[in-house]
């Protein structure tokens, strides 16, 4: 005892001096350094900040400038199409724009005028046209034609007009109190200025997401304006005012805005009277998109919280090195005693196991991984094992070969014995269970093939009788829940015919016939081989049960073929496992199910055709006498044919000497064209052939059925007539053209000539006289100037139902442009009405709903508060789906009241040039 004492003491007073040197050393040295490498990791860190921070808010804003960039794309990409076609476009597109991004107050573009306006003469002027989500979600319009006369040089316009460059907004306050910011992009066309696009965008969010930073970080973060304006803040009533106003003297001493200006980043410390850091600032200006504007990242982290962290630190660690000296004292004396008690349970358990007493062995604590906790662990391990091995054979006494042992190691001969004994005893086992589940199996396929051979030998000449059985009887003996059989329907066809089912849904059994790329069935069409799925998709077929519907866990398709012949395809869908053996006694029936049914439909066939045959012999004498008596009838026609064509190819030479003549194809295609109707069209021979009649015109889904109805017809050898207006340079031409089939010595369409007879004139006097007549004009104004460029409506005209305020506002009571205006209408609205009843009768509310917006907004251009005001009840009960079976009846409704209005539109457009 006296020995083991010393050698502890010595221990004690060796391991105790040498940490004392090291420790108090070493904390010499961090208090010289520590303070140092602080500061500066801190500084770097918030710089990295505010970079991280910058490069996030500058990909935010590229995003917002990548959408208004899209839109400038489709503008210059469609600048050949008319003004009002593109209109359409760009409206689509603003439109998907302000309903899918709530980050936008409005979105709008200013047009000038002379792009949209071909009868704008003057060079200044613009439209605009602005886009709101009104409380349904729905983007709405705004109009307005602004500067007719004279550009204001100090509008935002104006400038960008001038500098026709992308570029964004100081920040401003809105209508609506939100801090917001317009992001500009000039149009071009043509190499010209053609107007000014803008989202306006609201700069909230960039408050919100330094809100979730702020929470979490121990420094202040702030977005700044190239002019210093706060645009976001972690005092929220900062936001909106001036960076000057918040912190005077960091603008002062530093410059700031000019750096944010410039785009040039800052660090800046600010120190007390005593030359102490208090505050450490980092600046990071970033450019918005292509434009010259920069907006900032400004960091502000306090310093003295690390003065007082350092003087914390040295004090904890001198106080625990203190400590820590008196723990290793301690624990060393500990060691050394410990090293005696620990020898001592190791020689007693050593004794037992001698004895070969095992279960009763209480295994040494390891607290330590030295040699004394090495040699404690490795006799807890051989206890272990001897009570794994007499556990392991207990077990195996009683029939478990499934319990787990595990072999102390690779040299441990004693638990690999066992094992092995275990395994032989778990094959022979495994042997006899597996040889009597394959006689079960082959006794459920012997017993199977039994039942079919009586189901198939039944005398059956009704097919889809047994079919039914054959379905029946395999879903049955399968435990199946739903099966089906599809059989080819003749020899020279691809398409298979569903004969009979077992617990199909209605949408399954409803499709009678299949072709090869419907589904598993047509896919096994395709292949001839078995398909088998036990990873069925949730969108599948579900199946009915008494439980209810489930998604089928297993489906098998197996194909009937019977002579290298594809006969049809046997369907069966489980809600269990099919099993392999299963599957194996299906493929084995299906060629005797094939067969059979093969046989069926071949007698059935021959039956057919015999009947057929007897048929054919009696029609076939019928048919020999007809054909006798036909023939002398066609060598008259032909006579006769020929006769007319010779007559009817000189009228036609003389009509092409006389008039414009276009010759189509039956499908509307220009495959000729006379001198006299080039002469008028202005245009060569190459630059209409292969054209598409009216293929120049916008038409809607009405107008183009109407369109090929027309073309059906004459492919049909109707002749049919059309008044057509033609705009070569100045000149205006009105053709009377006749469409007239010209037809084979068959009676066959081959071509349509198409021949037009000029009505100028008459149209022109016509036109005249009715003004006169509406006192639009005087009589005595009727001289050569019958051809007047510039129709005009009658703005003192008395109407009822229409109220043209809104137009003589906007267009300035021009009575040429407010005819423009209505004409369109005139020519547009007839048919969008009757398109909106059709959508109504078909119940499709969706598009209905899409098509109500736009023609609400006519409405209200032209005053018709009625139609109106019905427009927005149909609308608001489509989007609250509720009440639907009314909007047939409010449809009605609309109608009735348009059809006053279009009364008052045919008087008010009697002027020269409307057709």
Not at 243 to 268: M, S, Y
Not at 299 to 322: D, F, M, Q, R
Not at 397 to 418: I, P, Q, R
Not at 691 to 709: G, I, P, V
Request: charged share 25%; net charge negative; proline share 3%.
């Amino acid at each position: 005892m006296k020995f083991r004492l010393i050698l502890s003491i010595r221990m004690l007073l060796f391991i105790v001096s040498a940490a004392a040197i090291v420790f108090f050393s070493t904390l010499r040295i961090i208090n010289q350094n520590f303070k140092k490498v602080a500061y500066t990791e801190a500084k770097e860190a918030d710089d990295n900040q505010a970079k991280k921070y910058a490069s996030e808010i500058q990909t935010l804003i590229e995003v917002d400038f990548e959408k208004i960039r899209s839109y400038k794309q489709i503008v210059e990409g469609n600048s050949e199409l008319p003004y009002t076609h593109r209109r359409v476009l760009f409206n689509k597109y603003l439109e998907k724009v302000i309903q899918n991004n709530a980050d936008y107050s409005s979105v709008w573009d200013a047009w000038e005028l002379k792009f949209t306006d071909e009868n704008w003469m003057m060079p200044n002027g613009y439209v605009k046209r602005s886009f709101l989500v009104d409380e349904f979600g729905w983007a709405n319009i705004i109009s307005d034609s602004l500067d007719l006369e004279t550009d204001n040089t100090d509008a935002l316009y104006y400038k960008k007009k001038q500098m026709p460059k992308e570029g964004i907004t100081l920040p401003y306050k809105s209508k609506s109190k939100n801090l917001e910011a317009s992001i500009l992009v000039p149009l071009n066309i043509n190499n010209q200025f053609a107007g000014l696009t803008g989202f306006d965008l609201k700069l909230n969010k960039y408050q919100t997401l330094l809100d979730s930073i702020n929470s979490d970080l121990p420094f202040e973060v702030m977005l700044l304006a190239s002019n210093g304006d706060v645009i976001a803040h972690p005092i929220e009533s900062f936001v909106g005012s001036n960076i000057r106003v918040i912190d005077t003297l960091l603008v002062n001493r530093f410059n700031i805005k000019e750096l944010i200006a410039a785009g040039k980043p800052g660090r800046f410390v600010m120190v007390d009277d005593q030359g102490v850091e208090k505050k450490y600032y980092s600046l990071k200006p970033f450019t918005l998109g292509n434009t010259e504007s920069s907006w900032a990242i400004l960091i502000v982290a306090p310093l003295t919280e690390i003065e007082t962290e350092l003087t914390g630190i040295y004090k904890v660690l001198s106080n625990a090195i203190k400590g820590g000296l008196v723990i290793i004292g301690l624990v060393v004396l500990g060691f050394g005693l410990s090293i005696v008690f620990q020898i001592r349970k190791t020689r007693n358990i050593l004794t037992k196991l001698a004895s070969g007493d095992v279960h009763n062995i209480e295994k040494i604590p390891v607290k330590s991984a030295d040699e004394l906790g090495e040699m404690a662990l490795s006799l807890n391990t051989v206890i272990d094992g001897l009570n794994s091995v007499t556990d392991f054979a207990e077990k195996m006494g009683d029939g478990n070969y499934d319990f787990e042992f595990k072999e102390l190691s690779a040299d441990d001969t004693l638990g690999h014995a066992v094992i092995e004994m275990r395994n032989s005893l778990q094959i022979a086992k495994n042997e006899e269970d597996a040889r009597l589940e394959q006689a079960r199996q082959l006794e459920w396929a012997s017993n199977g093939m039994n039942i079919f051979n009586r189901v198939l030998r039944v005398d059956n000449r009704n097919l889809e009788e047994l079919a039914y059985e054959i379905t029946k009887t395999i879903t049955t003996y399968l435990d199946a829940h739903m099966g089906g059989l599809y059989v080819k329907t003749d020899l020279g066809n691809t398409e298979f015919e569903l004969l009979s089912f077992i617990g199909f849904n209605k949408e399954k059994y409803s499709k009678k016939f299949i072709q090869p790329t419907d589904g598993l069935a047509g896919q096994c069409i395709l292949e001839r081989e078995t398909i088998f799925v036990n990873d069925v998709p949730e969108d599948y077929d579900v199946v009915s049960s008494g439980l209810g519907k489930s998604i089928p866990r297993a489906i098998l398709v197996v194909p009937l073929i019977s002579n290298r012949v594809l006969v049809g395809v046997l369907e069966i869908e489980s809600l269990k496992d099919i099993l392999p053996y299963q599957i194996k006694f299906v493929e084995r029936i299906a060629e005797t199910i094939a067969s059979t049914v093969s046989t069926v439909k071949t007698n059935a066939r021959t039956e057919e055709l015999l009947d057929k045959a007897k048929k054919q012999a009696e029609e076939l004498e019928q048919q020999e006498e007809e054909m006798r008596q036909n023939m002398e009838e066609m060598n008259a026609s032909q006579e006769e044919s020929s006769k007319q064509e010779t007559e009817l190819a000189a009228v036609i030479e003389g009509i092409n000497r006389l008039l414009p003549v276009l010759t189509y194809d039956t499908n509307g295609k220009v495959i000729d064209a006379n001198d006299n109707y080039l002469k008028i069209y202005r245009v060569k021979k190459n630059q209409i052939v292969g054209k598409q009649h009216k293929a120049d015109l916008f038409m809607n889904e009405t107008e183009q059925s109407q369109h090929k109805e027309f073309w059906n017809n004459l492919a049909n050898g109707q002749v049919a007539d059309s008044l057509g207006y033609i705009k070569a340079g100045k000149d205006d031409y009105w053709l009377l053209e006749k469409f007239l089939p010209i037809k084979d010595q068959y009676g066959l369409v081959q071509k349509v000539l198409c021949i037009g007879i000029d009505v100028t004139e008459q149209q022109k006097t016509e036109s005249k006289i009715k003004q006169v007549q509406d006192g639009v004009i005087k009589t005595k104004d009727i001289d050569d100037d019958m051809v007047a460029d510039n129709p005009v409506v009658n703005l003192n005209q008395k109407l009822k139902v229409i109220d043209l305020t809104y137009l003589k506002m906007v267009y300035k009571k021009n009575p040429a442009k407010i005819y423009n205006i209505i004409k369109l209408y005139y020519n547009t609205l007839p048919n969008q009405i009757v398109e909106l009843e059709e959508i109504s009768n078909n119940k499709d509310y969706k598009k209905l709903k899409s098509r109500i917006n736009g023609l609400k907004t006519k409405m209200s251009y032209l005053g018709l508060k009625n139609v109106y005001e019905q427009l927005r009840d149909v609308e608001r009960i489509l989007v609250e789906d509720k009440n639907l079976a009314e909007v047939p009846e409010m449809i009605s409704v609309i109608k009735k009241y348009w059809l006053l209005a279009f009364a008052e539109l045919q008087q008010l457009l009697r002027v020269p040039g409307y057709k």
